[in-house]
């Protein structure tokens, strides 16, 4: 039986104020790279906890999703991990950034900044993704989806014991 193919999921906060991005610098495999805040879907949590808990741990700050900014589709074909082949499914939230907390930020993030999309715009060789400069953009032009869009059945937050004697009971 062959290996079923799965994008991996991942999930990006959009936190304007005053017509500058919050921008994260991480170091990647290939250097240094500029983000949102951003990340992968974790076992056991909703997108938009998912969202919430990436913003904290590379921004240090609390961020609260309003809107949907949109939905993306990207493949990257790693020459920095041996051709690692990876397509990606991002969910790319707007929202309101809270309060900033004094702790480390997450391994990889050297630091955070502010940028407007010009500046974004004018460095997309550094970006990790294809689709930094297309999600400031769709959030510029007003795209916006509720979260009541978004549904995520009970079984996915129950605690894997409850999940795994629903799956066998």
Request: net charge negative; proline share 4%.
């Amino acid at each position: 039986m062959s290996e079923v193919w799965k994008p991996s999921v991942t999930v990006a906060a959009i936190i304007e104020r005053e017509g500058r991005f919050l921008m994260i610098e991480e170091q990647a495999g290939d250097g240094l790279r500029l983000n949102q805040p951003a990340g992968h879907l974790d076992q056991g949590e909703t997108l938009t906890q998912a969202v919430v808990r990436e913003a904290l741990e590379e921004s240090a700050h609390d961020f609260e999703p309003t809107a949907l900014v949109g939905m993306y589709m990207s493949r990257n074909v790693s020459s920095s991990r041996g051709g690692a082949d990876t397509t990606y499914l991002r969910f790319a939230f707007a929202g309101t950034l809270g309060l900033q907390h004094d702790r480390p930020l997450d391994d990889g993030i050297v630091r955070t900044l502010w940028m407007t999309r010009d500046e974004i715009a004018a460095c997309r060789e550094r970006h990790r993704s294809p689709l930094v400069l297309r999600c400031v953009d769709d959030y510029l032009s007003g795209q916006r989806a509720p979260l009541s869009l978004l549904h995520t059945d009970p079984s996915v937050t129950a605690s894997t014991e409850i999940a795994a004697g629903v799956a066998h009971g």
